[in-house]
């Protein structure tokens, strides 16, 4: 059994910077992936960055060029760094990772003003 806790959201002005973590408790598979994915009102659950226990990193295209996520304190929490914010990634994010199964956190809110 995996548990995961979310910190870090708020709220900031446009072209502000925030960073998620996301600490998981309990046994990890060696072989794990962790992200993050968000959730706005009225829309679809959308992924948005992952990393792998070794270290593999995919990011959706709204990521890109924009957020940095890593891994610290042996791998066993993530980090969603956040730069250049927009309107539009105001959103429950929520973490998960994929340990044999998939296990989610209860997310962090983020709100950007305009």
């Known amino acids: 059994q995996v548990q995961l806790l979310e910190s870090g959201g708020g709220s900031v002005q446009a072209g502000g910077s925030l960073t998620l973590s996301c600490e998981a408790s309990?046994?990890?598979?060696?072989?794990?992936?962790m992200g993050w994915y968000r959730q706005a009102p009225g829309k679809e659950r959308e992924f948005v960055a992952h990393?792998?226990?070794?270290?593999?990193?995919n990011y959706a295209d709204v990521a890109k060029g924009r957020f940095t996520i890593s891994r610290v304190n042996a791998g066993d929490t993530i980090e969603l760094r956040m730069d250049d914010l927009k309107p539009e990634d105001s959103a429950l994010y929520l973490c998960?990772?994929?340990?044999?199964?998939?296990?989610w956190g209860r997310g962090t809110q983020v709100t950007v003003s305009s």
């Open positions: 309990g046994r990890l598979f060696d072989r794990n992936i």
């Open positions: 990393i792998t226990a070794r270290g593999t990193i």
């Open positions: 998960y990772c994929h340990s044999l199964r998939n296990y």
